[in-house]
């Protein structure tokens, strides 16, 4: 099992930046892939990136390229997630989550979530 928690959310101005913290608790966080997705009002969640059990391989979406930084700390047992240049289309709950295994970009591919992070970018 792999308990995850999510933080670094708030309210930003467009064009601002906000680092959002993936904690693990549990088993083996270093031999998990991590991903990020989020979902905002009245849409369905959607990837953001992800990032392999050494942070040897990343995957952002292409929407969100040149903006979005995944990186992880497997010392500290925690997945970032860096965002700049926010835009109020960026407004959403933010989702991290785990897998065992390679980087997939499905969420249905992954085990274990956390209860998210609510981002609002203000125009």
């Known amino acids: 099992q792999v308990q995850l928690v999510e933080s670094g ?21 270093s031999a998990v892939a991590v991903g990020w997705f989020r979902q905002a009002p009245g849409k369905e969640r959607e990837f953001v ?23 992880r700390d497997n010392a500290k047992n925690t997945v970032y997630l860096q965002m700049n240049s926010l835009k109020p289309e960026d ?9 065992y295994g390679p980087v997939l970009l ?11 992070t609510q981002v609002t970018v203000s125009s």
Do not use: H
Request: net charge positive; with cysteine; glycine share 16%.
């Open 49 to 71: 990136a992800a990032i392999n059990w050494n942070g040897g391989s990343t995957n952002i979406a292409d929407s969100l390229k040149g903006r979005i930084t995944i990186s």
């Open 91 to 99: 407004t959403a709950v933010y989702y991290c989550a785990a897998r």
């Open 106 to 116: 499905q969420e249905s591919f992954y085990d274990y979530w956390g209860q998210g």
């Open 9 to 29: 959310g708030g309210l930003v101005q467009a064009g601002g930046s906000l680092r959002l913290s993936c904690a693990a608790s549990g088993r083996a966080f």
